[in-house]
């Protein structure tokens, strides 16, 4: 099975600061995986780099068996769009559109067709529990529901995987569990690759994989396997511990 993304010694910097210092990772077809690590650990460039809104400074970066370093501007836009889905904690949602219209803006902008809008739109509603609200704009809906439209708006391009920057941060406990399920079932339901930086254990828990990043480089990686949310929530912090305390 070709890697959705591959890495090998891959490294950033800014100036004379190494951000990210030889990062080896590959990230399968239906995974959900998670990144953590204290504050400047690395995560977000990390991040950045690998969905190719920043530039990497040294090392290789393959995307769907494809070398980053041979891609053209224009190609890598093209798989920003196309292959790419972006989950932000702020949710970045149009005021002046509807939810239906938010979710459908990436299609719009590429000119699909309406039937073939709803045929994709209709099975992510069911799944994130958002029928109901398609009309109403994002000044009228809950930060819970305005993250589930994100969601539905990050996969209706159906790409090679999703990228989520804490996209619990901003939510209460129980709109936390309630995305956090749904991207489950998402990933599951549809396969969707799912690559999250998250500070919150709890939220990592729900993945299959979590690494661990420290001063630029990956120290540590853990697999949930046969283990119930509960055991390998638990197993996230004894790891935590083992390497000094709380990555936050």
Known sequence: MQPVIQTKNLSKQYGATAVLKNIDLTVQPGEFTAIMG????????????????????????????????????????????????????????LDTLTVKENILLPLSLRGFKADEMERRLQPILQALGIEGILAKYPSEISGGQKQRVA??????????????????????????????????????????????????????????????????????????????QKVFYDRILETQSLMGGKLR
Request: glycine residues 10%.
């Open 151 to 228: 969601s539905a708006r990050a996969i209706i391009t159906e790409p090679a995987i999703v990228f989520a920057d804490e996209p619990t941060g901003a939510l209460d406990s129980r709109s936390a569990t309630q995305l956090l399920e749904q991207l489950v079932g998402l990933n599951e339901t549809f396969g969707t690759t799912i690559l999250m930086v998250t500070h919150d254990t709890y939220a990592a828990s729900y993945c299959k994989r979590v690494i661990f990043l420290r001063d630029g480089g990956i120290v540590n990686e853990i697999y949930a396997g046969e283990m119930g």
């Open 38 to 93: 204290p504050s400047g650990s690395g995560k977000s460039t990390l991040m950045n780099v690998l969905s190719t809104i920043d530039k990497l400074s040294g090392g290789e970066v393959w995307l769907e068996g494809k070398a980053l370093l041979d891609l053209k501007k224009s190609a890598l836009r093209q798989f920003r769009q196309e292959r790419v889905g972006f989950i932000f904690q702020d949710y970045n949602l």
